[in-house]
């Protein structure tokens, strides 16, 4: 049974992201961990989620801590833990228990949506989504399209106010396995968009009956982090150099500068900003790996085996930029 929401204090320091190698179990202080492919382990605490998604190298766990006392608890499909201001919720459910991929997406959004408008903490800052075979499907029948659909459908009022950053990745595990999840505090942040390229939610109709429903990026509450959306090759709403990953990590990292600047952050990616970097193609890791060391040497940086949400792009990542 849900735990009645409290009024909490202002949301304090924003988390703190690491990668570690440990994945034992997790302090008072985390708000979430997160292993990544089938090896990662299973453990029986709401805030630990294995994401469908085979890392490449060293299997790193991602790490939420938070200044303060965590507690979390279940709720059938729906995980949740709070603390210092923060709230992290999660879906994991089955497509094919719930009417396939559009009626999926609706439901675990609606559970979300739910959970987080009897919360104290009311506004989501960002969210991941991750569904297996993304790509599949022609046209307007391709799976992530119909997932855009059933997304906004499942939106609540909590969404109202904005969409929050987000990524959306397809995985190789059960084609069927969805996960969403989302972090949320008591305060609004600031909705960062990229002036080189055109909102999502405004793309024009040849991208699928329902634009993507994200904000390039979140500003959280107190300024001093910038919370990354998935980030790729796009100029415009167009893709651009198809087939070309030297090429398409430039325009990945052009757009990311175009992000810290419109974020007001300071300019340059180093160990300030942890970074996940999702790739199509295993062939291109070596390469993904040269450029991350050429042009962000000190940033941490998890490589992970994904799909990116347009057949033609090969690489796309997110993360966070603090201040300090």
Not at 284 to 300: E, N, Q, T, W
Request: net charge negative.
């Amino acid at each position: 049974m849900r735990e009645p929401a409290r009024q909490t204090t202002h949301a304090r320091a924003a988390p703190r992201v690491r990668y570690s190698h440990e994945s034992g179990e997790l302090s008072a202080s985390t708000l979430a961990a997160f292993g990544f492919g089938a090896s990662a382990p299973v453990l029986d605490d709401p805030r630990w989620l294995r994401v469908a998604l085979e890392p490449f190298g060293d299997p790193l766990v991602e790490v939420w801590e938070v200044d303060g006392e965590v507690h979390g608890g279940r709720e059938g499909e729906l995980r949740w833990s709070r603390g210092g201001g923060w709230l992290f919720a999660a879906v994991e459910c089955r497509e094919d228990e719930h009417g396939g991929t559009e009626a999926a997406a609706r439901h675990a959004y609606d559970l979300l949506s739910r959970f987080v408008a009897g919360a104290a903490e009311q506004h989501v800052q960002r969210i991941w989504n991750y569904l297996g075979a993304i790509n599949a499907g022609q046209g307007d029948d391709e799976r992530y399209k119909h997932f855009c659909t059933g997304r906004i459908g499942g939106m609540g009022e909590v969404f109202a106010q904005g969409y929050p950053a987000a990524t959306a990745i397809g995985h190789g595990a059960d084609p069927a396995l969805l996960q969403v999840y989302l972090l949320a505090t008591d305060r609004s942040g600031t909705r960062v968009e990229n002036p080189r390229q055109v909102s999502a939610w405004r793309y024009p109709r040849q991208y699928g009956r329902t634009p993507p429903s994200f904000a390039r990026a979140t500003l959280l509450p107190a300024g001093d982090v910038l919370a990354i959306s998935g980030t790729a090759a796009v100029v415009g709403h167009a893709s651009a150099h198809a087939g070309d990953i030297d090429a398409q990590l430039a325009e990945t990292l052009r757009n990311l500068e175009a992000l810290l600047a419109a974020g007001g952050l300071p300019a340059g990616i180093g160990r300030l900003a942890p970074l996940k970097a999702y790739v199509r193609q295993a062939e291109h890791v070596a390469a993904v790996r040269a450029f991350a060391a050429k042009h962000f040497p000190d940033a941490p940086l998890l490589l992970l085996h994904g799909d990116i949400c347009r057949a033609e792009l090969l690489i796309e990542i997110d993360g966070w930029r603090y201040r300090t």
